[in-house]
């Protein structure tokens, strides 16, 4: 019981700081939490690969300004001393050209332990 309460921590700690990455927009930060192999699928695309993925997040990032990006629900479907998947639901708001948006939706993320540390291997938002 105590090696999993250890591995919820570490699961916990390892979102929010993902989280604080994000809503910093410094893709440099995001990307050292994003294993190089890793894939995501977003809703403007799929991408393989720390290079793609931080080119599309940086796209995000210009394309919403200011942007606020939660996620609520959190639900750890799997998790072993090496490997994680969770699901959760995730709400953001920004702005587009000027306007006040927002939009929410789903997510599903894959990390590994590698090295002795946790790193995303897959991302799948759908809204």
Do not use: P
Not at 33 to 55: C, M, R
């Amino acid at each position: 019981m105590k090696q999993a309460e250890s591995l919820s921590v570490e699961l916990d700690a390892f979102l929010v700081e993902y989280g604080k990455r994000t809503n910093a927009h410094d893709v440099g930060r995001l990307r050292e939490l994003i294993a190089d192999d890793a894939s995501y699928w977003l809703t403007d695309g799929a991408y393989e690969g720390v290079e793609a993925i931080a080119a599309a997040v940086q796209r995000t990032f210009d394309a919403i300004r200011d942007e606020v990006y939660t996620i609520s629900d959190v639900r750890w479907v799997y998790v072993s001393a090496d490997f994680a998947v969770v699901r959760y639901r995730f709400h953001w708001v920004g702005f587009v050209d000027g306007r006040r948006c927002e939009g929410r939706g789903r997510g599903t993320n894959a990390l590994a332990r590698r090295e002795g540390r946790w790193q995303m291997v897959h991302e799948h938002l759908s809204t």
